[in-house]
C-alpha cells in the first residue's frame, strides 16, 4: 500500500486478533465513510485462547445487528450462566460457590442472600451459600441454558463461550466484506514525526502505510504503544502471581454441555474448564515463581484425565497495564494495552470499553485528541478496579495446602483503598450496599457480585449455634421452591 494524502480519516490496525478484529468492526460500524485497514503479520500467531466472555459481548454483537443465530453456531459457541468457583475455600459449607450475572428475577431471591450474608457476618448460623440464591446458579447446575420459554417474563443476564480462533475468523471475513482493507504482512518499524505521532508503518514488503490514528492490536509485542512510542508500563505483581498457563482442549465428557465456566483450585494457581458444542477448553494458570512449568504440565494432565500425549500449549503474560491507553495518535487495545489474569474473563469486555469509549470522545472532541486524559484515566480506573476483585479471590482464599495459597492471604497493603474499606465494612456486619455505591465499586461489580465475593469463599467469623433468631426470617424452603419452578421454564443445552 502507498502513501496516501486525502482529506478522508483514516484509520490503521496493527494486528488480527480478537483484539484486532472487533477493533475494526466496531470502527468500520461507526464510521462507514473512514478508510480503514487491518495489517496482520501471517506468520506470528495470534495467542488462540480467550473463550469466555461476560454478559457485555451480547453488546458488542448488538451494536452489529448480528443474531446470536447467526455467530454462535460459527463459532461453536455456548451459552455461559456464570462462574462456578471450585475448592478456592476449606471453610466448611463453602468449598465451592457460584458467581451469577444479576438478572431481574434475582430482586426476588437477592434481599434473602444479603440479609443471611450480613447475619452471618454477625455470627448467626444461617446458610450464606450464593449457590442456594441465584436461579442461574441452579440452570447452571442443571446444564440449562439461560434462555426462558416464551411464556416467562424475566429475561436472563449472560454470557457466552466461544472458540476465540473461530471469532477472529468470523469478525474478519465480515469486516472485510463491509470493506476493511486487510493487509497481510509483517509491520517491521514504524516513523515518527516531528510531533511524536506514529506517521507511517513500514512494512517487511517495503511498503508503509499512513494513517490518521493507528490501534495497536498487536497482543503482547505492544509494538506502537510500549516499543515505539515508549509508554510505561505499571506491573500488577504485587497484587497477582501468575504468569503463565498450559492449555489443551479435550472432548466433551457430559452428553449435555456444561452453561457454566468451572474455576478449580490448583496448588499454585487455577484450572479453567469452557464447555463449547464441540470441545472443552482447560487451562491451568499458574505463578512460576511457585511450580516449573514441567510439574504445572503434570498437575494439568493429571486433573483433566488426559492422556500424557495430548497436546498442550505454554504460554507466558505478565500482569498489568500501560499508563496511558491512547497517546499521541495510537490507541492500544487488547493485550497491548495490558492484561489483567483470565479468572473473571475480562479482557474482550476492556476491549470493548477501550475501543467504545475511543468512539464516543473521538466524536465528541470532533476528532482532535482533547478528551486523551480523560480517556486514560476512565480505562485506567476501570482495569485497577477489576484487578482489584480479581485480586481479593486470592486474599479470601482459606487453603492450607501450599505456599502460593498462603502467600495469596498477604500482601494487603497492596489493595485499593476502596476495597480496604469495603472489607472493613463486611467485618463489621454492617450490609455493604450503601459502601459499594459510595465507594463507586458498583461501577466495577454490581453489590451481588461484592457480596458473592465475600459469601462464597465463607469470609465469616466462626458461627453462634445459639443464636438462631434470623435464621427464621425467611424460609429457604420456600426460596428453594421458587428457584425450582423458575428453572422449569428453561431447557438444557443440547
Ligand atoms: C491464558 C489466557 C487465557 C485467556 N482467557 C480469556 C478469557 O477467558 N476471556 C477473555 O476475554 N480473554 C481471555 N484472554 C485474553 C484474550 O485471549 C485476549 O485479550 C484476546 O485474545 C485479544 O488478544 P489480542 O488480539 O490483543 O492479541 P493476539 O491474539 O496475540 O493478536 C496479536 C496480533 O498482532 C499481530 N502482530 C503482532 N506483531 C506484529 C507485527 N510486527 N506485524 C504484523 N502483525 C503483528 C499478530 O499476527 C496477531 O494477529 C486470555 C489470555 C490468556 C493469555
Same mark, same amino acid.
Given at each position: ?210 494513517? +490518521? ?210 472489607? +472493613? ?70
Amino acid at each position: 500500500m502507498n502513501e496516501h494524502s486525502s482529506h478522508v480519516k483514516s484509520f490503521c490496525i496493527l494486528g488480527g486478533g480478537s483484539a484486532g478484529w472487533m477493533t475494526a468492526s466496531m470502527l468500520q460500524h461507526v464510521f462507514p465513510q473512514y478508510r480503514i485497514c487491518l495489517v496482520e503479520s501471517p506468520e506470528i500467531k495470534t495467542v488462540g485462547v480467550g473463550e469466555g466472555s461476560t454478559p457485555a459481548l451480547k453488546s458488542f454483537f448488538e451494536l452489529l445487528g448480528i443474531n446470536e443465530s447467526e455467530w454462535m453456531p460459527q463459532c461453536d459457541a455456548t451459552y455461559k450462566n456464570g462462574i462456578f468457583f471450585d475448592k478456592w475455600s476449606e471453610n466448611q459449607g463453602y468449598t465451592n460457590y457460584f458467581h451469577a450475572f444479576p438478572s431481574i428475577i434475582d430482586n426476588h431471591t437477592l434481599p434473602l442472600f444479603m440479609h443471611n450474608s450480613t447475619a452471618r457476618v454477625r455470627g448467626i448460623g444461617v446458610n450464606a451459600n450464593p449457590n442456594d440464591y441465584f436461579l442461574t446458579a441452579k440452570l447452571a447446575r442443571e446444564n440449562k441454558r439461560p434462555i426462558a420459554q416464551e411464556s416467562f417474563p424475566f429475561e436472563i443476564n449472560y454470557a457466552y463461550h466461544f472458540n476465540s480462533a473461530k471469532l477472529a475468523d468470523y469478525l474478519r471475513i465480515r469486516a472485510i466484506a463491509n470493506g476493511v482493507v486487510h493487509v497481510q504482512a509483517e509491520v517491521v518499524s514504524s516513523e515518527l514525526s516531528v510531533t511524536g505521532d506514529i506517521a507511517k508503518l513500514i512494512l517487511d514488503s517495503g511498503d508503509s502505510i499512513v494513517a +490518521d490514528v493507528f490501534f495497536d492490536c498487536s497482543g503482547m509485542a505492544s509494538a506502537l504503544i510500549q516499543k515505539a512510542l515508549n509508554v510505561q508500563f505499571s506491573s500488577y505483581d504485587k497484587l497477582l502471581f501468575n504468569d503463565s498457563a498450559v492449555v489443551a482442549q479435550t472432548c466433551n465428557a457430559k452428553q449435555n454441555i456444561g452453561t457454566q465456566t468451572i474455576s478449580t483450585a490448583m496448588k499454585a494457581g487455577w484450572k479453567w474448564q469452557i464447555p463449547l458444542t464441540t470441545r472443552t477448553g482447560n487451562g491451568y494458570v499458574y505463578s512460576s515463581r511457585y511450580v516449573s512449568d514441567e510439574l504445572a504440565e503434570d498437575e494439568f494432565i493429571n486433573s483433566i484425565a488426559a492422556d500424557s500425549k495430548i497436546e498442550t500449549k505454554l504460554l507466558k503474560f505478565k500482569l498489568g497495564r500501560v499508563n496511558k491507553h491512547w497517546h499521541k495518535n495510537c490507541v492500544a487495545v487488547g493485550l497491548s494495552q495490558g492484561f489483567i489474569e483470565p479468572l473473571e474473563a475480562t479482557a474482550l469486555y476492556l476491549i470493548q470499553q477501550t475501543v467504545g469509549k475511543f468512539i464516543d470522545y473521538w466524536q465528541k472532541g470532533q476528532e482532535s485528541c482533547e478528551y486523551q486524559t480523560k480517556f486514560n484515566q476512565e480505562i485506567n480506573f476501570q482495569f485497577d478496579g477489576i484487578r482489584d476483585y480479581v485480586a481479593l479471590h486470592y486474599k479470601l482464599n482459606s487453603r492450607t495446602d501450599t505456599n502460593y495459597w498462603q502467600d495469596s492471604r498477604g500482601g494487603w497493603e497492596n489493595m485499593s483503598d476502596s476495597v480496604l474499606q469495603l472489607v +472493613d465494612c463486611w467485618k463489621s456486619g454492617q450490609s455493604i450496599v450503601q459502601k459499594v455505591k459510595e465507594l463507586k465499586l458498583d461501577q466495577h461489580y454490581p453489590v451481588s457480585s461484592w457480596f458473592t465475593i465475600f459469601s462464597g469463599h465463607g469470609f465469616y467469623p466462626p458461627a453462634n449455634k445459639n443464636v438462631v433468631a434470623e435464621q427464621q426470617k425467611y424460609d429457604l424452603n420456600k426460596l428453594a421452591e421458587f428457584i425450582r419452578r423458575a428453572s422449569l421454564n428453561f431447557d438444557s443445552a443440547q
